[in-house]
């Protein structure tokens, strides 16, 4: 079984930063793109940024200049890392990745969220 768990979530005011993490464990023999997602209250799921393994990056406008991801291949870690936050901002983040287990089979696995609250 493999399972992605968010970390760094918390309460930050308007114009501060956060860096989120997401890790990786269980049975994997590697992992492509690595995506992350948020929701904001009351929203729709957005991308908000992703990683290639060849680290090619992506990002969706409201968060380009402010935002940066990042990956770590040898711990199966993906980082954002959140500049200049708004309350826009605001929203339980998820993270994304297909991993490739053993099997041969690659799965999609989805993180339980972490919720970054920006509010003065």
């Known amino acids: 079984q493999v399972k992605l768990v968010e970390s760094g979530g918390t309460l930050v005011q308007p114009g501060g930063s956060l860096r989120l993490s997401c890790t990786a464990s269980?049975?994997?023999?590697?992992?492509?793109?690595m995506t992350w997602y948020r929701r904001a209250p009351g929203s729709q799921l957005d991308l908000v940024a992703r990683?290639?393994?060849?680290?090619?990056?992506e990002y969706a406008d409201s968060v380009k200049g402010r935002f940066t991801i990042s990956r770590d291949n040898a711990k199966n870690t993906v980082f954002l890392q959140m500049n200049s936050l708004q309350p826009e901002d605001t929203a339980v983040y998820y993270c994304?990745?297909?991993?490739?287990?053993?099997?041969?089979?690659?799965?999609?696995?989805w993180g339980q969220g972490t919720l970054v609250t920006v509010s003065s």
């Open positions: 990683i290639s393994s060849s680290d090619s990056t």
């Open positions: 269980g049975s994997i023999v590697s992992i492509s793109t």
């Open positions: 994304n990745a297909p991993v490739l287990i053993p099997t041969g089979r690659e799965v999609e696995v």
